[in-house]
């Protein structure tokens, strides 16, 4: 009797510089989905790998000739949203497994676990890992951007997630760019699961990806999807009108008190000086939203491809 989901999956896989893990990780992912699906596929997204990791995506698909495996090569090193994206555009599974490395800590039934979950109601869950092994930056941008959220949906550390098609078509239309996944996954409206797991007692197989450019995207996710900037602007305001109450209160006091100070400049320096810091942080704040604008509005490409290859 055949108990196998009739649904058709996607598992996209980002394989990063570094990456050792490429021919176990997908040897273990597809024997998950071989016993419990009936069609899948897999696309791995080659973001300038080292072609020792493209040999062993071939090796695995030389050994398992009836899966379905895709190659994607960029055109140059994207970074983890825009490769990602890349991957899940060519998907076609009404749900969508998203792995940003290789790297496994769980027991491979956790991927079943999630997808179920998901069939539950969820549009999106995510298997997320015990705080305690996140980086400490990793833990203070999430309270950050949790706190000046507005949205009620937390990020947390993801290992992997299962993304519903809908969701994907949902977050599709939202904007023509995603800068940050999981940002717009939480404010997409649809329903989120964080699934906790136990780590395996082992440290895990294969390398936790690092991705280089984290800090311009932890900046972006923070002035698009959160009120941080507008509330620190707002907040150096306010501290500047108190300075400028303060200091027009001094001024006043000294034009019409008995002892005028000769040297004035001091304060006349240090209000200027205050001014124009607030002025330039400003300024920054502002330019950091055009830039942001900029790319997501008049970018076309959201990312390019060298080739697609079907294995």
């Not at 009739?6 to 992912?29: I, P, R």
């Not at 090569?73 to 749900?95: K, P, T, V, W, Y």
């Not at 780590?199 to 800090?215: I, N, R, S, Y």
Request: hydrophobic share 45%; glycine share 4%.
């Amino acid at each position: 009797m055949n108990n196998k989901e009739s649904n058709f999956v996607s598992a996209v896989v980002y394989l990063h510089k570094g990456e050792t893990n490429a021919y176990g990780f997908l040897d273990m992912m597809n024997f998950v989905l071989k016993e419990n699906f009936e069609k899948y596929e897999i696309i791995c997204v080659d973001d300038e790998v080292e072609e020792s990791v493209i040999e062993d995506v071939r090796r695995f698909k030389s050994e398992n000739e009836n899966t379905i495996v895709s190659i994607i090569r960029m055109g140059f090193q994207h970074g983890l949203e825009a490769a990602m994206n890349a991957g899940i555009d060519l998907s076609i599974g009404d749900f969508v497994f998203e792995f940003d490395s290789c790297f496994v800590d769980y027991e491979k039934e956790l991927i079943m676990s999630v997808y179920y979950k998901a069939l539950e109601g969820f549009d999106i869950v995510a298997a997320t890992p015990p705080r305690r092994q996140s980086k400490l930056s990793s833990r203070f941008f999430y309270n950050v951007y949790n706190y000046f959220s507005e949205s009620d949906k937390k990020l947390a550390t993801e290992r992997f997630q299962v993304i519903s098609r809908r969701a994907i078509n949902r977050v599709s239309s939202y904007s023509k760019t995603i800068p940050y996944r999981k940002a717009v996954y939480a404010s997409s409206g649809l329903k989120v699961y964080y699934m906790d797991y136990k780590p395996l007692e082992t440290l895990g197989t294969g390398v936790k990806f690092d991705d280089e450019e984290k800090e311009n995207t932890a900046i972006d996710a923070l002035v698009l999807f959160t009120n941080l900037a507008y509330r620190v602007s707002m907040l150096i305001s306010i501290v500047m009108a108190l300075f400028m109450i303060a200091a027009g209160a001094y001024t006043v006091a000294a034009y019409f008190g008995t002892n005028r100070p000769v040297e004035g400049w001091a304060p006349i320096m240090g209000l200027v000086a205050a001014g124009f810091f607030a002025t330039f942080v400003i300024l920054t704040i502002v330019i950091k939203y055009l830039d942001v604008l900029l790319r997501l509005v008049f970018k076309k490409q959201k990312y390019l491809i060298s080739s697609i290859e079907k294995l």
